[in-house]
């Protein structure tokens, strides 16, 4: 007899990690990022692959105000249409003056933070000018 295992939970999160995943109402096919357990209509919703390229909708420049985050400013945040829906996330590899609305974008996974007692890297989804 096969036994199917089914995949660690460890599996299942690094997935979650470097695809963009988010949810698809199996009723009203409202699809969302970050994914969300349940729907607004009420429906059941299942995991989605998201593109990973789309265009930028329209951003903000954020100047940092605390001290933590300074050399990381400005920084500039974005609303991506993806075609099935939009998400917000961080815009780099660009500069303020680069940056427009229109262009077209693609997903990048970069460092977020480091838990310093256990080493954990964290990473999350970040854009940047699409190539090509
Ligand atoms: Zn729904």
Redesign the pocket.
């Known amino acids: 007899m096969m036994r199917v295992k089914t995949p660690p939970v460890v599996w299942r999160s690094r997935n979650h990690r470097y695809k963009l995943v988010g949810s698809k ?1 199996k ?4 699809v969302r990022f970050p994914p969300v357990h349940f ?5 059941e919703v299942e995991e989605v692959e998201l593109p990973r390229a789309g265009r930028l909708v329209s951003y903000s420049i954020v100047y940092a105000a605390d001290e933590e985050s300074r050399e990381r400013s400005p920084v500039i945040m974005g609303l991506i249409d993806l075609g099935v829906t939009r998400v917000v996330a961080e815009i780099v590899d660009a500069s303020p003056e680069e940056v427009h609305s229109g262009m077209q974008v693609e997903a990048v996974f970069r460092r977020i933070g480091e838990d310093g007692e256990t080493g954990v890297i964290a990473y999350g989804i970040k854009f940047r000018p699409a190539v090509g």
């Not at 009723?27 to 409202?30: F, L, Q, R, S, V």
């Not at 729907?39 to 429906?43: A, M, Q, R, T």
């Open positions: 109402c009723a009203c096919g409202e729907c607004s209509c009420g429906g």
